[in-house]
């Protein structure tokens, strides 16, 4: 009985370890949101962060004592590497970004860090902020929502017409989405 329980807390944990990393949180700003909570919601997510705390000293701990990388820490120490070595990843004209609404924040900080180096480089960006699917690990689809805001002078083109389906598929598609 408690097995499926227990499972379904570490499942917790490694989203939200994923959400931690992926999103650029640190727990200072994390503790100071918790503070917002009611009182119940605050204890419950006191408790949590003291268990993640200990668990995320000991997993980097392990990742840095077998050199190992998860896949959060190769995106975060790309984009500190693409800022601090002057000739990384300079020299690119065009960058395609597939799946805008899957990107999660160090994902999107990687992508300004390499058009920053490369201020001749040139983005052609696609996604659908209906196609979401990976918020679990910090993806969000609002990367489509401001990205002329995101990426100042970007000519947004919306293909609005859709060539895949017939109609009856896409309004009983339209219908399940609106549901979710």
Excluded at 121 to 127: Q, S
Excluded at 149 to 159: E, Q, S, T
Aim: charged share 30%; aromatic share 14%; with cysteine.
């Amino acid at each position: 009985y408690y097995g499926s329980e227990f499972e379904c807390f570490l499942r917790q944990l490694a989203t939200f370890l994923s959400l931690y990393k992926n999103g650029l949180h640190d727990m200072v700003k994390v503790r100071q949101r918790v503070e917002r909570f009611s009182k119940y919601e605050k204890y419950r997510a006191t408790l949590f962060l003291g268990i993640f705390e200990r668990l995320f000293a000991d997993y980097s701990d392990y990742l840095e004592q077998n050199r190992l990388y998860d896949f959060a820490d190769m995106i975060n120490d790309a984009t500190e590497l693409v800022r601090s070595e002057q000739s990384c990843m300079s020299g690119y004209e065009y960058i395609l970004l597939d799946e805008v609404q899957d990107l999660s924040p160090n994902r999107l900080r990687l992508v300004r860090e390499i058009l920053q180096k490369n201020p001749q480089c040139r983005l052609f960006a696609v996604g659908d902020d209906w196609q979401s699917i990976y918020s679990w690990r910090g993806a969000d689809f609002t990367n489509i929502l401001n990205f002329e805001r995101d990426f100042p002078g970007a000519k947004v083109i919306k293909l609005e017409q859709n060539y895949r389906s017939t109609q009856n598929i896409l309004d009983a598609a339209q219908k399940i989405i609106t549901k979710n």
